[in-house]
């Protein structure tokens, strides 16, 4: 119930900016609903990052979220599957407490409030020539993804920003 109201006032929101928000008004608007989602789970979440690339390879990153620090942050990864194999994940390892950060190639762990400070910027700044900003929003009008990526690479190129993460939300 909380959901749908929040997401009715970011319709609003972006409504009285403009028949076409900028992505600047979207994010904003997006960063209001987050503020009241965030309250109503007190700050308890959870997200998942999915990698992959043309060759198979897959990671999976899951941040912890409670009462609005990161908590946990979990780190799986797959090997290469053969063709027409379905692809299993293998825990390689978990962090927690004073840990959490201390190993490499996985997501960083931040929260979302963190994510929309990124995010914020990166709407702000200047898009370079032959790169493009891709800002997602999901059906609650939430962050999903915000980036900047070189159009003169085809795939698996470098970004600025992050890419797409699949938010739960925890109970108060």
């Known amino acids: 119930m909380v959901i749908r109201t929040c997401v009715t006032f970011a319709f609003l929101v972006c409504c009285v900016f403009a028949a076409n928000p900028t992505d600047s008004e979207r994010l904003a608007a997006s960063f209001t609903t987050w503020k009241m989602v965030k309250e109503s789970c007190g700050g308890n979440y959870s997200y998942k990052v999915i990698r992959s690339i043309f060759t198979g ?94 159009t003169r690479i085809a795939d698996g190129g470098p970004i600025i920003g992050f890419t797409t993460i699949y938010l739960t939300l925890g109970k108060k």
């Open 57 to 150: 390879y897959q990671d999976e990153t899951v941040v912890v979220v409670k009462a609005n620090k990161v908590a946990e942050r979990r780190f799986d990864v797959a090997d290469a599957p053969r063709p027409g194999m379905p692809i299993v994940l293998k825990n390689k390892w978990v962090e927690t407490g004073e840990g959490i950060g201390k190993h490499e190639g996985a997501v960083e762990p931040k929260t979302l409030d963190e994510m929309y400070t990124i995010a914020k910027k990166i709407v702000e700044a200047e898009i370079p020539s032959k790169h493009v900003l891709s800002l997602a929003l999901d059906k609650q009008g939430l962050l999903q993804h915000c980036f900047i990526r070189d």
